[in-house]
Each structure stands twice: as structure tokens, then as C-alpha cells.
């Protein structure tokens, strides 16, 4: 979302490289003309009493891109720079991903233009309730199904899903993808993305023959989805080399042990207090010594000044390239 | 919809008017929040086969500006320069004209990008009846009732009602004005714009003290606004000095009878071949001597150049601002 | 009814008189193709469990012929000769009335094969309310309103405009006609038929430079249409000489008092019990000497055998063509 | 809502008065047992988030009585003492009162048991807003129809009308009465109690053979309703005596400027700052000499004990008896 | 339903357990608020016509305690003594229920008051449909999923279920559970009440260190509930020493056939005419020498007086307790 | 469709086969009544505006015989033969078939007359898609699942389907049968047919005592059905001696390897073409030496000519009786 994209827009380089796949595996022009376009692109403004008494306009997006295969998927999410270009660009990519992976769905994105750390609980939930009544005719099992992104969290969905069912007078809990699992949610979904970056390491791995067994695996990031990716990795048996945080990395080549690590980050605030370790800075990982280096914190972190410095033999993108944009 | 406005949109200058006016009247700053921003913006894009079997991709657009007041009101165009910022200025535009004429009305507007020249009789039946579709949630006599603009007349409107009712099960001639008189239009619809000119110059004319009587009155343009506003302004008894079309003007100082240069228009295709005046060019009806200017052509047609030639003590905008850009 | 229509049907009467006008007015071909096809037929299948505890199916009908210019009209009739094309050609009747007199409607009929008289009240009642149910979907204000006809009285309405607010969930009187006025039925509907003959002869009369004023006028028949009929010219001062129900006819060739007729008829079953009058047949009103004739009993009473005999000067057909077959 | 009520619930007592009547007007049993039963009774329990973060839950009643006259009109009110037995009552008299002045409208009731004067105003509207959602699927201009009652103005109802039209997806003005005139409210609503009290006192002295011009008239309370009715006799000529307020009440024989009176009253916070007048008791409205006596403060003012100094000729009953209770 | 209820209703019993238990588990305050009031009740009055002609108004309820955790689930019950004190404790006691055994749905109960042992079947029919009709907008899958209860079988499913079909136009099996395997039922249902009765004895004798092989099994009852349980614990290899009907008991310390002892039943009308066994009295299967005892008749059979002679090691309660009273 | 028709109609036929098997299963004469009348006919004229610029008129059907076991089943054709006779029993047969395959569907059937082999790609997929918004609300997962029959394939379900989705404004692929793959088609549905010709040969071999394994069949016909069923056999190791189509038939008594045919049939367009085989006649199939014998062609083909010259031990009807008439 820097100053570069105002140049060409996000849509734009969906469109070169869309027609650039088309002119590859010769896909029809009027296919290329329909993953061109939106199907319908809904834009609402969202009145909000903010706790100052003042009322407040928000602009919300959700663009449901194609739903040739099926009913549509896509998180929403919160951010100030929330946007038609970007949200429409990771529906087009939506639509992709789950042709991709061969599931009956098409592709969607939505998101409301907010400050999510400038606004009080209160006026969250107001706000996503106002969201979740202007959606609610376009929403559903059978035509639309949000799922939680940047800023929004299983509660989020909770308080989405609760003010659609109320509209809709029924308990629908498969209208929303997220939600917490006393209202139906689906274990295993918290881990999902860590779990998923180390079966693509599982896979790439026999591809180059490189047994995972004792690998020494660097992690940039532990949050969520370094994490998890970090527990499966550890559970297999690789060795985990090195993490960080925004604070800071830790490294030790005989292994970390990554539960501990978690719990001192917990009671501590970062990785760096962990003792059994060396502290290193928060790029680091990207060059330490190490078969599988999995950046997971930013995205766009191995550059052109220190992709030299990689030591790794395979990476792994553990971030999603529309997320951190 | 020139080169001037890539520099400052439309919505732009709709936003900056809306402020003046608001601190001039003292308006509360929420209001202007909310006059600020639509309700909602629906774009779809409605694939059509063409007649040479290929299937192309239309984008079209309805933005419902604001419903305080009451069900929105706004027509749709289909123009190749349709885009997103000038239906939204526009539907802005309908809502305060609604407020300001007192109707329980909101605003609305909404188009398809397109160019009806180029395209067949079928293509656009189809294209109009897959628009109907895609707008039937969200229209309605109790929501948002459409109405012709630009290049979308009454057989339009006509398809657009048939295929709305038959997605909605019923016959709901009020979801759309501006159709028929056999299938519920209304008797006078046609001749209202040129009806609502005279009213106007009526109105004024009492204001400045002149009398329409045997007044001069000048009319550049000769399409339904001019020829209506000349019908009511002769049958009062003024004199219509001067008319044009795109193909030069006429000027008569003692008056044409519109009757029959509309006769001798639709025959030859213009009112330069009525030979009871003299042939002018296409602007002189601006510059002409005559007590009352109407300039209903195109607009923006008064300008620095001509401005002081004008001799008429009263000009009436007989075109739509909206309309003609 | 009879056997002659097995060898040509009803509706294929209506399409040869359909086409005979077509040719006259040159009415578009398509417009022909239009009006030979009804729009839309429901025939459903309506278990009713009788009152000896038996389970039977009744078959009922609805044609929606036609609502090109707006929510269709028509009644449904409860008579064991109910069928197909009978319902058919009637909805296609209704379509051309409403478009002769001008009202934003279309047509349709609609009927159940059974013998009201040899069912109960409450089964006429679970019948008409199962019905309801079945038509609910196709039935309203904005699609088709269903009017009393043969057998099926305001009491029949009442329950049919019941149980379709029960189904669809709201009170919409304007779902039916013909209903009892308590729960929003028209005043004057009773007598409207019987007023329509007496303008149809106040109008032929003036076109024929006949008075009404003391005109005879004998109706063969006394039933609703009849005594109507009979009650308006009455009032205007023409003298009803003669009368009939299916016990036979009365004559006077000064006038019967009809509000006496109606009183005897009342009270001893028959007009024929009325002593002010010479008793004469059933037939005999046809022929007897008078300025006006109106047959308001069966249909088809004037026939090559008795034309010859017709006095009158002007015949008014009281009874629905359509509904006497 | 007394003591006494426990031993005898409100309903109760209408019972008692139907089967009074029903015996004098000889009612139908089956008629009496339906107006013995509440069609359809609603009780939500609406969660609202105070602003002190808690949760608590609201009872919320709507009580639909009888649609066979047509949809159901009924006013909601907020007070702690709201309780089934009450509305139900409340319902039941709205049904006979709609019947009596025969609209075509049946009767229903409705409030919510909560304190508001101990309530913010974001709580208030987010309450009503919860109970417009919860009532959204039986309410609706073919349904039922609210209106405001104790504690629910014009604003109120305006909450009320636009959560429904969002829930509903249209704009629905005609779904409550009530309503701010700029959302389509009726002009005259506000002052139409007092105007029926005004024309009830007409309608009564006609019978009475008393002239109002000039006849003293005497009023306890000066709120909505005894204002408004001071203001139709006033202008008829009659002379206002006597009004109250809760602080006090004041007396002229030669008759109060009425809207002097109020003009003080909004000033200085009651009528007994009046100084034209002399200043009685909250009771002495009741006692002064007069020709006409207007209770139109609290309910059951007139009692065996000062029953016997009324002086009044005529009393009109300015409260509604349900109001209020 | 006897007289102490009336000193302390069902529902404040339950409030007291709730709060108790809330004490115990540390819940929520704000958790016991929502358990403590339904979210939605429902009560109407349904018109029926009976044989004799006459119409009489019956009140039915629906309470909807609780939908947090899914779709609802309870039965409805056909009974004088059906009340909304009753019907409410029962709707909170079921969402207590589906919440211990962990099945996304919350909890609901329904009931009309009505006795249909003075009922015809073809009464109980129409009352049944009334009542889905009544009910059908606040039913269905995704909502609120009825059961059989007291006095209402699969026949009386299979009506409610056939009428909610015609309201809504769809065949929805899933809308209620208990209905006849012909038209979607479960497998096992009819006898799924007994088979926990075994169940829990199973559980129970295995903590207890008892086996059920050759335990003596002595069944107050033999009805659904009891003759399941027999049939299960015969099947296992325990000896059922007595069991017993309204007429009384049979006793055979060597173990009953229940098979034959249901054959007799069915075909002499009481197990007393059993031959192979001891006859007894109807109370007297509570004190027999027993290993396990089964109160499956009525509820609250073990008292004060008789509780000192029970010989049982074991007692498992049979009867529902909500189910009895 | 033939002249002996006319004489008595397809669906009497049904009506005295099912009074036949009634009386002979003792089925109730209630069942019977209700077997005898479709549930529900759709009757719709569809316009479509032929590519010559006129509009025709299409009668569509759809009959939806019986729901009492679930949501309807049943195809829809495209012939210009199709009538409603023999819809409504094909409907009726459908009924039948689903309740002896005990799946919890009803049966239905549909159809257009129609010529599609004289209607371009354009007018085919025009028509579908007026058809599809006819039959809207009365189609669904839960109400009535069109299948593919004569002239309608995946292609033709696939315009319906997407139609059907615009007009719900849903994505429910449930809503047909026999739809492409890619949205969603059941894999195996194209050789169903000829799959269940295979298992009932199966069944029927080992009640007679007959090994498959080299057993000889002869397959009148190569279409779908054949083909596929030619397929089973020949993997399960019979000897296909015989195959045709319209052009004649070939016979090979050591087997033919029926893939071979195919690709002979695919590029030269007959069998007649495979050269491995002898040539015969198209009816010869029916009357070489064999052992099984499978009709796939046409419908009534053994006769009273040829009865007697067929050899084959067992013969199992490959065509469906209701598609070839």
C-alpha cells in the first residue's frame, strides 16, 4: 500500500499476471474476460455513534468476485487502509486460490475502512453488527461465507454471525467461517496456516530430498502461524534453530525447544527472554545457518541486499502475500 | 466527462459545493458526514453474448445515495463514459433535488458503461434485462425506483420492469417510472422537463417584471426539452425567434410556428430546411436579440467568449447540468 | 356443456373468434400468438376428508391467462362440469373484458370439479381453505385476484381470503373480491350485474330513440341478475310486465310491483305465487308483447324455434355467456 | 397497578364488562370466546449492554388481540410496571375502540418493563432498537402497527421504524404511527386527544342543550392532552377556569389566556407561577364551579369522597383509563 | 401440578436450582441472567370447529428458552394441564439437556392446553394443523425443531409436519423429530428412552461393582418407557422379577418372559392376566427383594412412607420428571 | 406418441395398471385416489424471440405427481411431442419408481414441446432460461429436482441451473440432477444407465443358474445405454456378439471388443463400419444366436413377428419404457 502502488494499482498487477497465465496454458479470451471483472461489488457506509457521542461514517467493502464453482469465500478485514483496489484484488485471488485446491467455492474479500486501534470495544462490535445487517441479504451458506483476516478475530465473526442470525431469524452457523468453537467452529482452524506452511515443507522436502528428520529450520516470526508451523516442525523432528519476535530473535544450532519458548514469551513478552539461547537481532533468522528458513513475520523481508546472505536450502513464505500489504 | 475532471472529480465537486452550502445555512456536521458518503454502491458486471457469439462483460452501477427521506429516486444512462464517480455525484445531486422540492423521496442514480450505438436491438433488450436481475434485490417501490435518463427510454424501462417482474413474481408497475402509458405510465412525463422550463420563466418573468406575452424568447437546441419549453412559451403567446439542431439555427423576429419547423424537421431532418426564417449558425440563437435565452442543447455553451454578446435579460437553463456532461 | 363442444372445444371457439377480430383489426401476429396461449395453468389435486371419513381428491384449476397490463382478475366457480378448457376460455374472456373497459388488469378463472350440493358446509369450507393454501403462491394483490362466480358466494371468499392471510402471514383484503363488506367488501358489488343491464339499455334505448319511461320490459328469469335488473328499471319508471324462476313465469301488462314479487318469492318459494299476475311458462317471458326483453335466466333461450316470436325491440342479454354454459 | 389488582387482574375485569355487554347486546358465544383470547401473544427477552458494561435483559411484550376486522393498531410504552396482564388488557380494549369508530383495523399492545427515566438515551435506543428486531417478523403495515404510548414519543418510534426498515431492507413509514413528520408522521397527531376530548364535550352539549361558548370549563392537568383541549375550547369561546399541574393548580372565573398559561408553565416550570389567577390546589379542579369538569392528569381522580362537591354538568375524561394505570 | 405448585411455581423452582448450581460452578452473573428468562415466547389461540358444530378457542404455547448454542430442541405436549409456567421450566430444563450431552442445539417446549382423551381424531387433526400454521414462521431446521411429548404421537407429527410443508411450500422432514420412519423418522426412536434407562444402569452398576447378568429387575409400570427398559435388561441376562399396569402387578422371583407377559397385555388389557406369576399390587414392584428397581409409571412414587421398605442396591428413575407432572 | 394413443390415453394405461396391481396388493382405496391425481400441474407459455426476429410461444410443462415421500424427482424433455398426458404419466411413473428404490423422493416430470434440432444453440438456451424463471418457485432441494431426459443434457441443465441461481439469487447446485462435473454433477451418472442394465443381468444370472463369465450377449442399439452397458459385460468377461445402431448392426460370435467399435463408430459413424465383424441387419441383434439379449434401441421391439425367432435365454429391457414412446 506504498506510494509505489499508486502507480499501478494492485488490480492492474492481478490483471498482467492473470493475462500473463492465460497466454501459458492458452485459456480462452472470454474466460480471461470474466476473471477481469467482479460479479458484484457492494460498497457501504456504516453509521456509528462513537463513544464521544458523535456519529461517525465508515466505508465498507465486499467484493464477490466469481461463484462459477460455488457459493464464495474470503475474509474481511479492518484496517485504515482498506481500499476498492485492494479489496477487490485479493477477491480475484480468492477465486484462484480456491479453484486451486479444487474446493466447490468461489472467491470474495470484504473489509471496513477503520482504525480497529483507535476504537473501544463497544464501537467494534457496533460497527460489525452495522456491517453484518448491510451484508446480511448477500450473505450466506449458499452465496457468500466471510471468514476472519486482518484484525478480525473468532469474536468478531461471533458478534457478525449473532446480529445475520437475528436478521435472518435462524441460527445459521454456516453463513461465517472463524467463529468460536462453541457456536460451531472448526477445530484444527487456529493451526491451520502453520500446519499447512509445514506439509508444504513436507512435500518440497521429498521433492529434494532432504529428510525434515533433524533439519535445522529457521523461523522469522512466533506469532500464529510461525508457531504452529514451528510445533509441527518440532513434532516431526526437525530443530528449530531460530525465532523472533518485534523485539528481537533468539538462536541456538542444537535447538529450541519451542514450548518453553512460547511459555516465556507469555509470561515475559518476548522470545528474547528465553535463556537457553543466544539473542540475535530480528532479521537474523534470515541468515542464520540452516536447512529451511520460513519468514513468517512481514512480508517481503529477504531483499536484494540480503538475499546473498541466505543460507537456507529451501524457503518457505509462511505469510500471506495479501495480508501484509 | 472532459480532461478537466481527471484533475477533480465530480464527487469532488459536489463534496466542496455541499460544504459552502453547509456553512452558509449552518448545517450540523453530521448531517454533512452523511451527505458526504452513499448508503450503498452496488456495480455488477453482466455478461452478454453479443450477436457475433462472443460473451462480453458490462459494468454497470447503481449508487443509492441516501434514504432519509423516503424511497430513492434516480435514473439510469448507458453512456461508454459511465463510471463510478459520476453516478455517485449524480445520485447525490437527486437527493437534494428530492429534499428540495419537498417529495418523501431519497436519491439514487445508477448506468451501464456502454455504447448503445454500437450495439443491436437484442443486445440491448438482453443487456437491460440481465441489469433488472442483478438490481431486483435491491429495487422496489419501497426501496429505490428507477426512472429513464440518458439513451434509456421508455421501451427500456418497459424491459427492465418485464424481467423485474418475473424475478419478483408480481406485477409491480411502481418500481420503475418513466415507462409506457399502456403499462402504467404516466400521461405528461414526456413533455415535464420542457414544461418545468416554462414554469420556470414564468415564475421569473413575474419576479423581474416582464411580461411572456409577446416576449422574444430564443431557444438554442430543437431535441424534447427545447421543443416542449417552445410548445408551452408559444401557445402562451411569446415569439419563438430562433431554434437550432446540429445542423445551424433559424431566426424569424416575428416569430416561428414551432408546429410546423417540427414538421419540416422530422421530414428533411432539420430545422434549417424551414424556410419561413433565415439561417443562422448553431450558437447565433445565444447571441441573437430576444427578451429570454434558453440554452438546451448542450452545456456549458454560455462561456467567456460569448458571454457579453448575450442580450437576453433572462436566460433559463433549459438542459441538465447531469445530463449533458 | 353439452355434446356438441366435444366436437369442438370451448377454447377452440374463443381462438376462431379471436383470430376472426385479429383479421379485422390487424392485430399483429404476435399479438395473436399472445392471446392464444394462457400465461400460466395451476391444476392441483386437493385431499379433502369428507364427512363419512373418506379421503377424496378434487381437482381445481387456475388459469392465469394474461397480465400484460397488470395483476390479473377473475373468479372461480365450484361445479362438477369444471374443466380444463372451460376455466381456459373463460380466463381468456376475462383478459379482453378488463382490456374493453379499460382497467390496469389482466384475466384469469379459476374452479373446483365438485358438486356443492351434495357436500356439507364444512367441507365446502376444508375445500376452499385448501384450495387457498395450494393458490397462495400465485395469489395477490400484485399477481391475481380471485372474485365469487358460480357457487361461490362472499361466505366462500371469506374463508379462501382466510386462510390465505394465515398462510402468507398478514391481513391483505385486497387479495380477493367479492367478499363480505364487513372485512372491507365493496358496497353495490351485489347488484352490480343487474346495474350494468340497466345501463347497457339506458344507453341502447338512447341510440335507439326509445324511452325508458314507461317502456314494458319483460326478464325471463328472477334471480340475482334478474330482480336487480328488474329493480333499476322499476325505478326509472319502466313497467315490468313479466318475470319467471324455474316453477314458471307471471305477467301483467300493467306492471308488477317487483318488491312484491320478491316478498311472495320469498315467502312461498316461487313467483308464481304472486296473485297480481296471470301465471304463464317459463318460456313465455321471451315472447310475450313488450318493448324490451331481457333473458337473465339460462342461456341460449332465444333459438331458431322461438326468435319469430320475440316482440320486443331491443334485447338486453342479462346473463354471463360465460357462465350459463 | 395497585395492591388491589393482585386480587383481581385487570384482564379479569375486562372479561367481566365483555360478558356484561355481550349479555345486553346479545352477543354470540362464539363471538364473546373470541374476544376472550389474545390472537397472539409475543414475550422477548432483549439483552442490552448498559453503560456500565453489564448485561441485563429486558421483557418485552406485544400482545396482538384480533385481526378480523383488519391489521392491528396499538401503541408500546417503557415502564417498569408493564406486565402481561396489562397489556394483554390493553389489546383487548384497542380492538373494541378501532371496532367502535370503525376503521377497518384490529387491536393489539405492546411495551417493554423498564425504568427510562433511570436509563441513558444510547440504552434507550439500543433497546428499542433490540425490540424492533425482535418484533420485525410480526409487525408491518398488513400486520400490526405500533404506536408510541407512556414514554415513547415521536423519537422513539423513529429508532423503532428505522431498525425495521433495515432489518427489512425497504423503507416502510407506514409500518408505525407516530413518527417525526419528517419521516411521513401525520400533521395533527399531537394535538388529537385533546381535539377528541374537544369534540366528545361538543357532541355531549348538543345532547345536554348546553352552549360551550362562554360555558366555564374547568381542567385538571395541563400536560399534552389538557392543553390541547383547552386550546379547542378556548378558540370555541369557552372560558378555561381552571388547570393543575403537579406542583399546583390556578383559578379564574373570568377565564385563563391559555396560551399565556403556557408560556409561563414553559418558563417557570409550572402554572402556578401564572399570576393573572389564583392559586388552588392539585385537586380544586375537580371542585370549582364550573359547567364542564376535564380530568385529563392521572386516572380515577374523582372518588366517594369528593364525588359529592363536583359541580360540574358535564365531565369528560381527558385520561385514557389505559394510559394511565 | 397439584396445589403446592401454586404456593411456588415450576419456574422459580428452576431459578433456585439455577442459581444454586451457579454458586457451585462460579457462573456468570451475566450467564445466569440469560438462563434465567426465555428468549422468546409464543402463546396463540387457535380456533377449532368441533363436531358438534360450536367453535371453541384453545391456547397453545411455544417457548424458545434458549438458541445460543444451536437450533432449538422439545417436544410438544396435548394436556389440561399444559400452562406457561410449565411449558417454560420444561423449554429451560431442555436447554440444559442438549448442553449436557454436547449437541449444538439449544433447548425449547411447546404445548396446547386441551384434553384429547374428550377429543375426536379428526378434532386432534385440525387442532394439530391450526397450530403448525400458527406456529410456521418461528419453526423449522435452522430454527426451532418440535418433538413428540405427552399426547402427541407420530400421527400427530406427521399432521403437524404435512401442514407446515403446505405453509411454506417445501418438504421439510427435518422441521420435527419423532415423526413415522415412512416419511423420514429414525430408526430406534419409539424405544430410545428405555434403551437409556438400560444404559444408565449399565453405567451405574459397573461403578457400583454390581453385574447385571441374573440381577433381579423389578419395573414399577409397562408402558413405552418401562417395556423398553424390561426388553433390554431381559436381553442382557437379567431376571425382571416384576413389573405392573394401572390394574396392578405380577411377581415371579425367577424372572418374568416379557414378551409373553406383553402378549397377554395386548390381548387381555392388564399383565395382571398373566398366569406364570404371583399377582400384586400396583405399588408393590417399589419394595419386592430386587437387585435394581425401575419406577417407570408415574413420578414421586417413593415417598416417605414406602422409601424405608425400597430393597433395591439400585434405583434408576424411569419416568421423565418434567414429563409426569 | 402413435395412433393407438388417441384411442385411449398413456396415462388411462397407468390408471388400469395401477387399479390392476392395487387390487392384487390389496393396496387401500384411499392410496389408490390419491395415485390417480398429480399433486400439483404447471402449465407456462414461454415467450422466445426467434433469431428471425419473431416471437413464438412455447407450452412448457412440469407435473409434480406425489411429494408424500420427499422432495420430487423426475427429467424434463425438449420434444415436439411432448403433452401433458404423457408428462403427467411419466410423472406418475416416476412416483413409483423412487418409492420401489425406497429413496425419500417423490416423482415429477417436465417438458417443452419443442423441435430443439430445428432451434439454434442460441434460441435452445433462451428457452431454458424462460423456463427456468417459470418454474423458480415451485423447484428446489426441497420441493422438486428436475433431472436431464430426452434432448436435455448436462448443457441444458446447466443454463437452467445458472438461471435458476440469478433468479433465487443463491448458488444451489442441488436444486438439478445430472449437471457438468465441474458445478458440481455426480461422477458415474453418465453410464448409469447402462450400469443398472449390467447389475439387473447380474441379479437375473444367478437366480437362473447362468455364469456371465463368457456368456454371449447381443445389444440391440449403440447409444448411451448400449454402450455402457456393453462396457460392464465386456469387462466382467462376456462375449458382446452383437451391437447396431441406425445404420444396421455387426455380429461376431467370438465377441466384439467393443472399445474398437466405438472409436470406428466416433470417426466413420456407424459400427457397420468395424470390419473384425460380419454385417447383419439393425433387427438381426435381436434374433442371433445368444445367450442374453439386451433391447437398448427403441422401444417395442419383439413383437409378435419375431417373438418366436429370439434365442436368447434371458432378456433385460436397456431402453426406458416412458423415453422411447
Known amino acids: 500500500m ?24 492458452d485459456l480462452a479470451p472470454e474466460a480471461v474476460e470474466i476473471l477481469s471483472k467482479p460479479k458484484r ?22 467484493v464477490q468476485f466469481n461463484d462459477a464453482r460455488g457459493p464464495m469465500k474470503g475474509g474481511f478485514r479492518y484496517h485504515p487502509d ?12 480468492m477465486t484462484l486460490k480456491t479453484a486451486v485446491v479444487n474446493i466447490p467455492c468461489g472467491g470474495a474479500k470484504g473489509g471496513i475502512k477503520c482504525n480497529p486501534k483507535e476504537m473501544s470495544r463497544r464501537e467494534l462490535e457496533a460497527l460489525t453488527r452495522e456491517y ?22 473468532a469474536q468478531v465473526m461471533a458478534w457478525f454471525l449473532d446480529e445475520y442470525n437475528k436478521v435472518v431469524g435462524k441460527i445459521v452457523p454456516s453463513a461465517v467461517t472463524g467463529k468460536p468453537l462453541s457456536i460451531g467452529g472448526s477445530r484444527g482452524r487456529e493451526g491451520a496456516t502453520g500446519r499447512g506452511v509445514f506439509f508444504i515443507g513436507l512435500e518440497a522436502a521429498s521433492k529434494l530430498n532432504i529428510s525434515l528428520k533433524n533439519a535445522r529450520v529457521s523461523i522469522q516470526g512466533f506469532g500464529n502461524v ?11 523432528g526437525s530443530k528449530i534453530v531460530a525465532v523472533s519476535d518485534s523485539r528481537g530473535g533468539i538462536y541456538n544450532p542444537d ?18 527472554k528465553y535463556s537457553e539461547a543466544e ?8 541468515t542464520v545457518d540452516c536447512d529451511v528458513l520460513i519468514p513468517a513475520a512481514l512480508e ?15 524457503i518457505i513464505e509462511g505469510g500471506k502475500w495479501s495480508d501484509n500489504s
Chains 1, 2, 3, 4, 5, 6 share one sequence.
Open 255 to 272: 535447538g529450541l525447544n519451542i514450548y518453553k519458548v512460547m511459555e516465556v514469551k507469555r509470561k515475559e513478552g518476548s522470545v528474547t
Open 41 to 62: 461489488t457492494i460498497i457501504v457506509s456504516l453509521p456509528l455513534k462513537m463513544d464521544n457521542g458523535k456519529t461517525r461514517m465508515f466505508t465498507a467493502y465486499r
Open 2 to 25: 506504498g506510494e509505489a502502488r499508486t502507480q499501478r494499482s494492485f488490480f492492474d498487477q492481478y490483471l498482467e499476471k492473470l493475462r500473463h497465465v492465460a497466454e501459458i496454458i
Open 226 to 236: 510461525a508457531f504452529n508451523a514451528a510445533k509441527f516442525f518440532y513434532e516431526y
Open 300 to 314: 517481503r523481508q529477504i531483499t536484494e541486499k540480503n538475499a546473498d546472505n541466505v543460507k537456507a536450502k529451501m
Open 82 to 93: 482498506v481500499n476498492l483496489d485492494e479489496v477487490k484484488t485479493l477477491a480475484a485471488l
Open 279 to 286: 539473542t540475535i537481532s530480528r532479521e537474523d533468522p534470515l
Open 132 to 153: 453484518a445487517k448491510a451484508l446480511a441479504p448477500f450473505i450466506g451458506p449458499d452465496i457468500d461465507v466471510p471468514a476472519p483476516d486482518v484484525n478480525t478475530d
